[in-house]
């Protein structure tokens, strides 16, 4: 069965979060930064998450996040990922609220809520996918250039209900990461940051 009959079959945000990437990774470019390069000082910033490129989950899907931790896992930042699913659009916007990390690990939980919805596509159009609900993803940062052991990996994002988790809090909480690095997708292009204070 192929990827885009899943897709058409299934709950769609279920599936784009268990998919794994299924082409070999080219090497990582400059990250796209979608905030104020300023924001990495941020005052009271203990922790920072941030990139931007693309990575295949079935589908080319396009992302870029900067987000700064402050108190506890308390965040602020921003969110965009697309793709395209059958000539219909997949596109989310959102304000970053939460933001854990595992410095030892260099993985990231980035938690916020949906201000802008730009999907056409049917199964993200549903009430979980309107503005003021709540959009999760989680990333791990491999390092930079040549002498990474391997590409920087990112999931597509959630929603109500993904996993059994309801809110972005509880997935900025319980920091899921199954069994290593599985339904995380390597960036085809671009970088991930994470960094701890």
């Given amino acids: 069965m192929s990827i885009r009959t899943l897709l058409a ?17 080219q090497q ?16 009271g910033a203990t922790g920072s998450a941030r ?8 589908v080319d899907v396009t992302f870029s996040f900067g987000v700064v931790q402050l108190d506890g896992f308390e965040a602020v930042g921003q969110l965009h990922f697309s793709t395209e699913i059958d000539g219909e659009a997949v596109e989310f916007h959102g304000r970053a609220t939460c933001l854990t990390i595992d410095a030892v690990n260099d993985r990231a939980w980035i938690g916020g809520v949906v201000t802008q919805n730009n999907s056409t596509r049917p199964a993200f159009t549903q009430p979980i996918h309107d503005a003021g ?3 999760w993803f989680r990333v791990v940062d491999y390092g930079e250039g040549q002498g990474a052991p391997q ?17 972005s809090v509880e997935y ?25 204070r």
Avoid: K, Y
């Avoid at 390069?37 to 005052?43: D, E, G, K, L, W």
């Avoid at 990139?51 to 079935?58: E, L, S, T, V, Y």
């Avoid at 590409?151 to 809110?167: C, K, L, M, W």
């Avoid at 909480?173 to 085809?188: K, Y």
């Fill in 172 to 196: 900025c909480e319980t920091q899921p990461w199954p069994d290593e690095d599985a339904r995380t997708n390597p960036l085809t292009q671009g970088n991930i940051q994470v960094r701890a």
């Fill in 51 to 58: 990139g931007g490129g693309h990575f295949d989950a079935g």
């Fill in 151 to 167: 590409v920087d990996r990112a999931t597509f994002v959630g929603f109500e209900g993904s996993a059994d988790i309801i809110t």
């Fill in 28 to 43: 990582p470019t400059a990250p796209m930064d979608p905030v104020d390069p300023s924001f990495s000082t941020h005052a």
């Fill in 133 to 135: 609900r709540d959009i």
């Fill in 9 to 25: 079959d299934f709950t769609a945000p279920l599936v784009l979060a268990a998919l794994s990437g299924c082409q070999a990774a």
